[in-house]
C-alpha cells in the first residue's frame, strides 16, 4: 500500500494497513525517499549526524533545506587511504557530499559513499608510470626520432634495494 499522509506538518507514508487489527504503519523515511526520488548513485550534500568506529551516519540536505533522511557510510566507503577509525577523518557537524550506493527498503536502510565521488589514486598512478597510447608529449620529433621511454623510472635502482633486502 502507497498513500502519502501528513500529521502536525510531518509527511508519512502508509506501507501498512489491517482494518482487523485496526492499525496503520507509517514510514516518514520512506515517504521522504519517494517525495525526493532517492535513487541508487544519487548525490546529495550532507552533514555527519554521528560517528563510530565502523562508519559515519550522514543526514541528506534537501532542496527545500531540509534534513530528514539518514544512512550510513561504511569505513570502507569514506576514503581510498587506509581508515582505522571514521573518528579519525570525520566528526560530527562536518559537511560531506555522499553518493547513494545501495537502499534497503524493507530495512529502510540507505548506504553512502564519500570515496566514489573521488578519483581512484590507483587508476592516477597508473596512468603516470603507464601512460595510454598516444598521451606521452614527444614534442617535435619526427617518426625517424628515436624517443626513449624508461616504462617505470628508477625500476633498476629498486631492483637492486630489494635484492639487497635481508627478507
Same mark, same amino acid.
Given at each position: 500500500?502507497? !498513500?502519502?499522509? !501528513?500529521?502536525?506538518?510531518?509527511?508519512?507514508? #502508509?506501507?501498512?494497513?489491517?482494518?482487523?487489527?485496526?492499525?496503520?504503519? =507509517?514510514?516518514?523515511?520512506?515517504?521522504?525517499?519517494?517525495? =525526493?526520488?532517492?535513487?541508487?548513485?544519487?548525490v546529495?550534500?550532507?552533514? #555527519?549526524?554521528? #560517528?563510530a568506529?565502523?562508519?559515519? =551516519?550522514?543526514?541528506?540536505?534537501?532542496?527545500?533545506?531540509?534534513?530528514? &533522511?539518514d544512512?550510513?557510510?561504511?569505513i570502507?566507503e569514506?576514503?581510498?587511504?587506509?581508515?582505522?577509525?571514521?573518528r579519525?577523518?570525520?566528526?560530527?557537524?562536518?559537511?560531506?557530499?555522499?553518493?547513494?550506493?545501495?537502499?534497503d &527498503?524493507?530495512?529502510?536502510?540507505?548506504?553512502?559513499?564519500?570515496?566514489?565521488?573521488? %578519483?581512484?589514486?590507483?587508476?592516477?598512478?597508473?596512468?603516470?608510470?603507464? /601512460?595510454?597510447?598516444?598521451?606521452?608529449?614527444?614534442?617535435? !620529433?619526427? %617518426?625517424?626520432?628515436?624517443? /626513449?621511454?624508461? /616504462?617505470? /623510472?628508477?625500476?633498476?635502482?629498486?631492483?637492486?634495494?630489494?635484492l639487497?633486502?635481508?627478507g
Amino acid at each position: 500500500m502507497s !498513500s502519502f499522509g !501528513s500529521y502536525r506538518g510531518l509527511q508519512r507514508l #502508509v506501507i501498512e494497513a489491517s482494518e482487523q487489527e485496526e492499525t496503520l504503519i =507509517f514510514s516518514e523515511k520512506q515517504a521522504m525517499w519517494e517525495k =525526493f526520488s532517492i535513487k541508487v548513485g544519487d548525490v546529495f550534500e550532507g552533514k #555527519v549526524s554521528s #560517528v563510530a568506529r565502523f562508519g559515519a =551516519f550522514v543526514e541528506l540536505r534537501f532542496p527545500d533545506g531540509g534534513y530528514y &533522511v539518514d544512512g550510513l557510510v561504511h569505513i570502507s566507503e569514506v576514503s581510498w587511504d587506509l581508515v582505522r577509525d571514521v573518528r579519525d577523518v570525520l566528526k560530527k557537524g562536518d559537511g560531506v557530499r555522499v553518493k547513494v550506493v545501495q537502499i534497503d &527498503v524493507e530495512k529502510s536502510r540507505l548506504a553512502f559513499s564519500i570515496k566514489q565521488l573521488q %578519483a581512484d589514486p590507483l587508476f592516477e598512478t597508473l596512468d603516470t608510470l603507464m /601512460p595510454q597510447e598516444g598521451t606521452l608529449n614527444t614534442g617535435t !620529433s619526427t %617518426a625517424g626520432d628515436v624517443v /626513449p621511454s624508461e /616504462p617505470l /623510472p628508477d625500476l633498476e635502482q629498486i631492483c637492486e634495494e630489494l635484492l639487497r633486502e635481508n627478507g
